[in-house]
T-cell receptor, first 115, second 114 residues
């Protein structure tokens, strides 16, 4: 079974441009999470989808970030316009809709560099 | 300190030695998990310990949890060069909506020298 995949693996853009990151969760996983790790700092939660609904978007830094999960399958995270401080690694994770302990399965991440 | 803060930040040992990493957190948790990230790759789940457990083993991994001190440790015994990676602890608790919310620490960068 395929794991969580993310595209692109790397992206280098200039400040002010737009970038869209994509995440394909494990098939059948209702929960999809976005995280971000900025240079050398902790991995921070951005938001959580349950199917197509945003359950928790408390970690989204500002309105330049827009996440969608139309149809409850893959998700996109758009940054528009990108700023220098948006550089980092963006991880996506998915998990099954199970009560109690849920292991989140992570994708390889997208490395974003804003120049 | 931040939720899920690990120490040391970096650790370099010889192959065959044991590696111990610590994690401290601030709030009440349901579970604590340890993840590994190899360079250029995603996070791989290693082990989960529940808040009512004190110790757990998985292969060469041993995790302890002290909820009174809000701390956990990950011990890797008989380390191998392939263990070289960054290790993160992650605490999870239920948010107001009843869903799991995971908080990661800054990670410990482990280097195992052959």
């Amino acid at each position: 079974e395929a794991g969580v995949t993310q595209f692109p693996s790397h992206s280098v853009i200039e400040k002010g441009q737009t970038v869209t990151l994509r995440c394909d969760p494990i098939s059948g996983h209702d929960n999809l999470y976005w995280y971000r790790r900025v240079m050398g700092k902790e991995i921070k939660f951005l938001l959580h989808f349950v199917k197509e609904s945003k359950q928790d978007e408390s970690g989204m830094p500002n309105n330049r970030f827009l996440a969608e999960r139309t149809g409850g399958t893959y998700s996109t995270l758009k940054v528009q316009p990108a700023e220098l401080e948006d550089s980092g690694v963006y991880f996506c994770a998915s998990s099954q809709d199970l009560a109690g302990e849920e292991t989140q399965y992570f994708g390889p991440g997208t490395r974003l560099l804003v120049l | 300190s931040q939720q899920g803060e690990e120490d040391p930040q970096a650790l370099s040992i010889q192959e065959g030695e044991n590696a111990t990493m610590n994690c401290s957190y601030k709030t009440s948790i349901n579970n604590l998990q340890w993840y590994r990230q190899n360079s250029g790759r995603g996070l791989v789940h290693l082990i989960l310990i529940r808040s009512n457990e004190r110790e757990k083993h998985s292969g060469r991994l041993r995790v302890t949890l002290d909820t009174s001190k809000k701390s956990s440790s990950l011990l890797i015994t008989a380390s191998r060069a392939a263990d070289t990676a960054s290790y993160f602890c992650a605490t999870d608790a239920l948010n107001s909506g009843g869903y799991q919310k995971v908080t990661f620490g800054t990670g410990t960068k482990l280097q195992v020298i052959p």
